[in-house]
Nanobody, 123 residues
Framework: QVQLVESGGGLVQAGDSLRLSCATS????????MGWFRQAPGKEREFVSV???????YYADSVKGRFTIFRDNAKNSVYLQMNFLKVKKTAIYYC?????????????????WGQGTQVTVSS
């Protein structure tokens, strides 16, 4: 059984930075691709970033250059450093795990999900 627990969300102002963490338990964390998604009220879950088991990152165009995903396999954790946050992107952020083969922008390919952490960006 794999469990994911996000933390680090909060209330920040536009332009601020925030780092989200996702701690996992269970086996084989280092074999998983780990993704971050977000969901704003009334909208569908949106892909943010993914990092494959080998450490290769991939970003949505909307966050490229502002967000950085990285992982620490020794701590079974994945992180999302978010800089220059925008007001319109207030959302619940979720981390998710998938096999490296299936990981993609599609949330349906992820089999493990955390409960999410709220990020609120004020103007």
């Amino acid at each position: 059984q794999v469990q994911l627990v996000e933390s680090g969300g909060g209330l920040v102002q536009a332009g601020d930075s925030l780092r989200l963490s996702c701690a996992t338990s269970g086996r084989s964390f280092s074999d998983y691709a780990m993704g971050w998604f977000r969901q704003a009220p009334g909208k569908e879950r949106e892909f943010v970033s993914v990092i494959w088991a080998g450490g290769q990152p991939y970003y949505a165009d909307s966050v490229k250059g502002r967000f950085t995903i990285f992982r620490d396999n020794a701590k079974n954790s994945v992180y999302l450093q978010m800089n220059f946050l925008k007001v319109k992107k207030t959302a619940i952020y979720y981390c998710a795990g998938a096999s490296s083969y299936h990981a993609s922008r599609d949330p349906r390919n992820y089999v493990h999900w955390g409960q999410g952490t709220q990020v609120t960006v004020s103007s």
